[in-house]
């Protein structure tokens, strides 16, 4: 059997605990979500993006140019 002293620190702890659980569950949404917007990003724009936004080309050589 408890004391009130422990009790109440037990029931202090509890509450802590259930919110951490909390603030893991927020976050690891917020990490999905962040995720998502980074997959969708790199399959939108798989050789990243110019200064401009725009996205860049593939990667090859160039034309050559005759005079």
């Known amino acids: ?3 009130n002293k422990e009790k109440k620190q037990l029931e202090a702890l ?3 605990f259930g919110k951490l659980e909390d603030k893991v569950k927020t976050l690891t949404a917020r ?3 962040q995720t998502t917007r980074i997959d969708a990003l790199m399959k939108a724009y798989p050789y ?3 200064k401009n936004g725009s ?3 593939k990667p090859g050589r160039k034309p050559k140019v005759e005079a």
């Open 1 to 3: 059997m408890f004391f």
């Open 48 to 50: 990243g993006s110019n």
């Open 55 to 57: 996205p860049r080309k």
């Open 14 to 16: 509890t509450s802590l």
């Open 31 to 33: 990490l999905e979500i």
